[in-house]
């Protein structure tokens, strides 16, 4: 095992450096080196623990590891410059990223094992930069993380020690749990490596490559928080823990804060307040879809009856939409020889729509694609496309060719 793991509180160690091979540069990233230690304390990514960041030093070069990989039993460190053989290093650990991580990862630990007495099984987890999940086989009710939350946070109080105990000899490894083994990367050397199981009290017993805490009470608490629906039953239940907890209930109050702010209401009067302006908003809408309906039956008669005199209308409402064009469209209906009809709606980078009614599509819509250059469309009978963006002075100009048919 790696010092790392023997010691996951050591934040300095000497060693030296037994291989440093170049990785190549790509067409996205620049040449980098993997630097390989006698021993290393840290952690390289794996179990769904991120990578340990830190630094080798020699002499008076201060060389940054952004990143450490296992490769087998091997942990390759990727550094910007190289190192030579044989150098002796200090390694310095980022401790505030390690011991984040420990208490994320600790307290996944605990969660995963909270959930098992409920027979929800931890299908897969993961440590993100602000938030950690576990996959479960079925969904849970706010209810029941609750329950889970509450109790989660009861066993840390009670201050369990976190011990790990190493299988390394055959004997040890064929009788050990078959569901124990089932948890091991298959990448992972077991015949020349071991098999490390993280125990929590008598409450969890788990194999795992990890860095991991001292007791239960150093994860501080843990804070269960939304779930999200996955593939099948699946769903991903998102979690704080430690010093994330007090982060976010930080960053949820300089939130609520400014939502105070904005609705001129008190915390508690959050909700109805957004009821209120939820239904506002439903009312205006539907006013509005009224009086747009009404404006499109309005100005699909004044087309229909320029039509009468006219070769071509052409009718362009910025404000308007897909629907409005299709209302005036059903109301022009079929369109005698000779005539077309360009309509055309949105503005700026919000884009819009353009429809041609008539029997000269092909001749119409090529012309309308020079002027208009952000747009895509077909079809029979009818020429629709869609706008992208309209570029400055493009109505103006699809206007005056209008015009001119």
């Known amino acids: 095992m790696l010092t790392c793991q023997n010691e996951p509180y050591l934040k300095a160690f000497t060693t030296r450096v037994t291989g440093c091979q170049e990785v190549p540069k790509t067409k996205k990233t620049p040449a980098k080196y993997e630097v390989e230690l006698e021993d290393t304390i840290l952690f390289p990514e794996g179990g769904g623990q991120p990578a340990d960041q830190g630094t080798l030093t020699y002499e008076e070069t201060a060389v940054p590891v952004n990143y450490v990989k296992r490769d087998g039993l091997i942990a ?14 200090n390694v310095d650990l980022d401790w505030a990223r390690r011991f984040d991580h420990m208490q994320q990862h600790t307290g996944q630990h605990l969660v995963s094992a909270i959930f098992d007495t409920r027979k929800l099984e931890t299908l897969a987890w993961n440590m993100g930069e602000k938030f950690c999940y576990v996959e479960l086989p079925k969904r849970v009710t706010r209810e029941e993380m609750d329950a889970v939350q509450d ?118 009067d959050i909700e109805n307040k957004l009821v209120a302006l939820n239904q506002n908003l439903k009312d205006t809408s539907n006013r509005e879809k009224m009086w747009m309906a009404e404006v499109a ?109």
């Open 76 to 89: 390759k460190h990727e550094t910007d410059s190289p190192i030579t053989v044989g150098t002796s290093v």
């Open 151 to 268: 109790e989660v946070n009861r066993v840390i109080q009670q201050d369990l020690k976190i011990t790990t105990t190493v299988i390394t000899n055959e004997e040890e490894k064929a009788a050990a749990d078959p569901s124990v083994i089932e948890k091991i990367p298959d990448d992972y050397d077991v015949n020349n490596g071991v098999i490390r199981v993280v125990n929590i009290g008598d409450i969890d017993h788990n194999p795992c490559c990890g860095t991991h805490l001292n007791s239960t009470r150093e994860i501080g608490s843990v804070a269960l928080l939304h779930t999200q629906a996955m593939r099948g039953t699946n769903c991903r239940v998102f979690f704080v823990c430690g010093d994330r907890v007090h982060k976010y209930t930080s960053e949820a109050h300089r939130t609520i804060k400014m939502v105070n702010s904005q609705l001129s209401c008190l915390t508690e």
């Open 297 to 405: 039956t309005f100005t699909a008669h004044k087309a229909k009856q320029d039509l009468e005199t006219k070769n071509v209308v052409f009718v362009y409402k910025p404000e308007a939409s897909l629907e409005f064009l299709n209302v005036i469209a059903k109301e022009i209906g079929d369109l005698a020889e000779g005539k077309t009809a360009i309509l055309a709606c949105g503005q700026g980078a919000a884009g819009g729509a353009i429809m041609i009614i008539g029997d000269k599509l092909d001749e119409v819509s090529a012309k309308v694609k020079d002027i208009v250059v952000h747009v895509k469309g077909g079809g029979k009978g009818r020429w629709q496309g869609k706008v992208t963006k309209w570029d400055m002075g493009a109505a103006e100009a699809l206007e005056t060719y209008a015009m001119s048919i």
